[in-house]
């Protein structure tokens, strides 16, 4: 696969989208996650509502662009779903990578298909699900 069929116009506009998320400054939870790839970083901060709902999402993203667009695509539908929703995700994300289940039902997952058939980003894809994993953590163990 070329790179031009790797690096859409669509997945690079999806990283300008980063700029909507800024760091929240009281986040109730926070997550960092570094793809051992590639070394690309993102720090995740959620707000929750009352019913323990994404309320709020704030991302410090140093990534390449496919890692930059996996982030605004986990964004872009965060909001509203639940913890379990999240982890659930995650789980069949990274099975999917691994060829061991069907592409996730998450919306716009499409425009980071390609990046599949390239094992050296699925570090840089994974961030945003192992960082929200690491935000979550805390309150899952606390039940």
């Not at 116009?9 to 939870?29: F, I, K, N, S, V």
């Not at 496919?66 to 099975?95: K, T, Y």
Request: with cysteine; aromatic share 6%; net charge negative.
């Amino acid at each position: 696969m070329s790179a031009a069929k790797l690096y859409t116009p669509d997945l690079l506009a999806a990283t300008l989208e980063l700029a909507h998320y800024p760091p929240l400054e009281c986040a109730q939870l926070h997550g960092e996650a570094r793809s051992p790839t590639c070394g690309s970083t993102l720090a995740m901060d959620l707000s929750l509502d009352e019913d323990g709902t994404v309320a709020r999402i704030g991302l410090t993203v140093r990534a390449c662009a496919v890692g930059q667009a996996s982030a605004a695509v986990f964004a872009r539908h965060a909001s509203g779903r639940s913890e379990g929703e999240i982890l659930a995700m995650a789980e069949r994300f990274s099975a999917w990578l691994d060829d061991e289940a069907p592409m996730p039902d998450w919306p716009d997952i499409a425009l980071i298909v390609p990046a599949q058939a390239y094992p050296a980003r699925h570090g840089a894809m994974l961030l945003p699900w192992n960082a929200a994993k690491a935000a979550l953590s805390p309150r899952l163990n606390a039940r």
